[in-house]
């Protein structure tokens, strides 16, 4: 599976922004997803994750009632919406698929595929 965010910028605080993330070479409805994300000099972060249905969803403390994410098997893709953005947002924001055998959403070494990132900067 081949990953491709996109939809990153330069935004303000208190702006919404709208990542997604676009498989191929094979379906991810058999994947559950995640988002990640990683600021400078930080490690890689847990923010969301959606069951293969997408009947079930996971977030982070930090973004909770402010994101949300989604997907469209259909479509091949999963989306993160994220509002009400702050300063302590900027980072890289990654996809990622889990193998549906996994049920840890939290760790970012259980996930078998990667896409390459998009950067969300938040200005104060």
């Known amino acids: 599976v081949q990953l491709q965010a996109s939809g990153g910028g330069l935004v303000q605080a208190g702006a919404s922004l709208r990542v997604s993330c676009v498989a191929s070479?094979?379906?991810?409805?058999?994947?559950?997803m995640g988002w990640f994300r990683q600021a400078p000099a930080k490690e890689r972060e847990f923010v969301a994750a959606?069951?293969?249905?997408?009947?079930?969803?996971y977030y982070a403390d930090s973004v909770k009632g402010r994101f949300t994410i989604s997907r469209d098997n259909a479509k091949n893709t999963v989306s993160l919406q994220m509002n009400s953005l702050k300063p302590e947002d900027t980072a890289v924001y990654y996809c990622?698929?889990?193998?549906?055998?996994?049920?840890?959403?939290?760790?970012?070494?259980?996930?078998?595929?990667w896409g390459q990132g998009t950067l969300v900067t938040v200005s104060s």
């Open positions: 959606i069951s293969w249905s997408g009947s079930n969803t």
């Open positions: 990622a698929a889990l193998p549906n055998y996994s049920t840890n959403y939290y760790s970012p070494s259980e996930y078998y595929y």
């Open positions: 070479g094979r379906t991810i409805s058999t994947y559950r």
